[in-house]
């Protein structure tokens, strides 16, 4: 078997909703919708090992931390496991008075009855009942005609109302899922749906859930987010109704759908952290939220620590998260080439001058910091990066500020090196390449010890230099030390440009300086000195660019 140059023999098409009156594209998002974390219950079906209790518990406290008020728990009728966490949540009283937990069940009589006994007790509770109404499952799966289907959904309903009623001490809100909504006749979902909504005759002030799934994506998102406002437009009682939106990702875009969902009337988003569920998985919540935020909406979740988080979700689900998962992966905030390092580096620098501004750095939709993530990964170096990614390690962790033009020069070193190597360079491994180059360099000669002299505004220097085995004395005087150094020396030299810096501060700080030299009219070398001593980290510098320019000629 291989793939068909036909492929049309075997796939169709999803055919395009008319609707050319649609109003959703020129809407935009301006609030969080009400979330509903379905980890505990689809997430929870898609793994390869479903939750012990435990895991399931250490889950749901994390959701109820995130910000989460609508959980669904488990699917009851379905499981011991299920039923028996259901009722360590009600008889351990777990559930905070403003989080609502959800549990599914199956349009079937034993099943919902079972679901309702699991919830006895509980102050409030989502029921959510669901069979599939598109035309290949009322075929393949139930043998049914059309009406067949809306009386199993209408007998559920029936059957909820009379079990809710047998329980008045709980506060219920009813669910209802036409499984496959995004497969199915836009008006036969409708008429299920009316027909559910007639029996439980929902007001404004009680309202029902209608929750519409693309169970199996497949179309592009706009597709979805005219079935939304087609129905929003038809169906009854829209004011007794909460739209909740249910996208899977089989196509790569749940999210985009449950985006333009929303655009198109959805009041509700059903999905799991970092995308969990069902084959490619739900929408992913995480991702739909902070897209939120960095439109300058609140998502009304709370990811401060999403690596903590992550860690959490990947030892209940036993799955990894990928590492250019949206936000979350351990790269998504790195850059490893050059014009990205580049344009970030500026943007850290200007952003620096005005923490309180707009966020502008180039290449990052997000700030870090904002969901807990230091700014250590945001730049590692390869072969494919340039002086800024080695410029910003250099400045953020040892505080070394190299000058442009030495910046140039040094990132020539480490590509040699990341050529050689063909791996990634760490900052230490940097540094050490730095201290190889240039700090190191002491050789043919070696600033053994210098005496400064000032008198009338005139300095003298004596140097004692190691030269091959020998140690010499080199006399000169100048207007400065850097001046009277140059002078004594036994080749004739130019600076063509210095710099200096502290690194650190206090007792403990440092002074860097830095020395562009031309040697007997040769190439313009670079040096670099550190010492506690600014005048002795000059005189180091020079040392290293004299150095240098001999082991290049
Ligand atoms: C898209 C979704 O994620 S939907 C949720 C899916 N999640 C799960 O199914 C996880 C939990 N489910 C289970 O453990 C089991 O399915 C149970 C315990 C609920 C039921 O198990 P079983 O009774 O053995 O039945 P099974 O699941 O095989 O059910 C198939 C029968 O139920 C019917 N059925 C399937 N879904 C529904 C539904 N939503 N409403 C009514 N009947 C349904 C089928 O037509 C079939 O009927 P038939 O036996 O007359 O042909
Ligand atoms: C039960 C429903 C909502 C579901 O999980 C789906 O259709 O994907």
């Known amino acids: 078997m291989s793939m068909l140059k036909d492929p049309s023999r075997k796939y169709q098409a999803f055919p395009p909703i008319r609707l050319t009156d649609r109003t959703w594209p020129d809407k935009t998002i301006t609030q969080a919708p009400i979330w509903a974390s379905s980890d505990l219950r689809d997430g929870n079906q898609s793994l390869i090992e479903p939750m012990d209790t435990e895991k399931k518990l250490r889950l749901f406290k994390t959701l109820v931390q995130v910000g989460f008020k609508q959980i669904e728990v488990g699917f009851p009728s379905a499981s ?32 919902i009855s079972r679901t309702f006994e699991s919830l006895k007790g509980s102050k409030q509770a989502i029921v959510h009942v669901y069979n599939a109404v598109a035309p290949a499952f009322r075929r393949i799966v139930f043998n049914q005609e059309k009406q067949g289907v809306v009386q199993i959904a209408v007998k559920a309903a029936q059957l909820m109302k009379q079990q809710a009623a047998a329980y008045p001490d709980t506060h219920w809100t009813f669910q209802y899922s036409p499984e496959v909504f995004s497969s199915t006749e836009l008006d036969f979902a409708v008429e299920v749906c009316n027909a559910v909504l007639d029996v439980w005759q929902p007001t404004p002030e009680h309202r029902v859930i209608l929750n519409l799934p693309a169970t199996i994506e497949a179309a592009t998102p706009n597709v979805y987010a005219d079935q939304i406002e087609w129905f929003c437009r038809h169906i009854s009682r829209r004011d007794s109704v909460w739209i909740s939106l249910h996208t899977h990702n089989d196509r790569g875009t749940g999210v985009a759908a449950s985006e333009l969902g929303l655009m198109a009337g959805g009041d509700r988003v059903e999905g799991c952290l970092f995308g969990n569920g069902e084959r490619t998985g739900n929408v992913d919540l995480v991702t739909m939220a902070l897209n939120l935020y960095t439109q300058g909406i609140d998502p009304k979740l709370d990811f401060s620590d999403i690596d903590g988080l992550r860690k959490i979700v990947e030892d209940c689900n036993q799955l990894p998260v990928h590492p250019r998962h949206p936000y979350v992966g351990d790269l998504v905030h790195t850059a490893f080439s050059g014009s990205h390092q580049d344009a970030i580096r500026k943007g850290f620098t200007l952003q620096r001058t005005n923490p309180e501004g707009l966020w502008e750095v180039p290449y990052l939709p997000i700030d870090p910091a904002d969901i807990g993530r230091s700014y250590e990964a945001v730049i590692r170096v390869n072969s494919q990066s340039g002086k800024g990614g080695i410029t910003y390690l250099l400045e953020q962790e040892y505080g070394i500020s190299l000058p442009r033009r030495l910046q140039i020069e040094f990132s020539q070193v480490v590509q040699k090196e990341t050529d050689r190597c063909g791996l990634e360079m760490t900052a230490p491994q940097i540094y050490a390449l730095l201290e190889q180059e240039y700090l190191q360099a002491n050789s043919p000669y070696q600033l053994k010890s210098h005496r400064l002299q000032e008198e009338n505004a005139r300095c003298s220097v004596d140097v004692e230099v190691g030269f091959n085995s020998d140690l010499c004395h080199w006399q000169g005087v100048g207007q400065g030390p850097l001046e009277a150094l140059v002078a004594s020396l036994p080749v004739q030299v130019e600076i063509m440009d210095y710099s200096e810096h502290a690194i650190g501060s206090g007792t403990q700080a440092k002074a860097a300086a830095y020395i562009e030299l031309r040697v007997e009219g040769g190439r313009a070398i670079h040096g670099i000195g550190i010492d506690s001593n600014i005048t002795t980290a000059s005189f180091r510098a020079l040392f290293s660019a004299l150095n240098r320019t001999s082991h290049q000629q």
């Open 80 to 111: 011991q496991t299920d039923f028996d966490f259901i009722r360590t949540l009600i008889d351990d009283k777990l559930i905070p008075d403003d989080v609502t937990i959800q549990v599914l069940t199956q349009a079937r009589e034993d099943l």
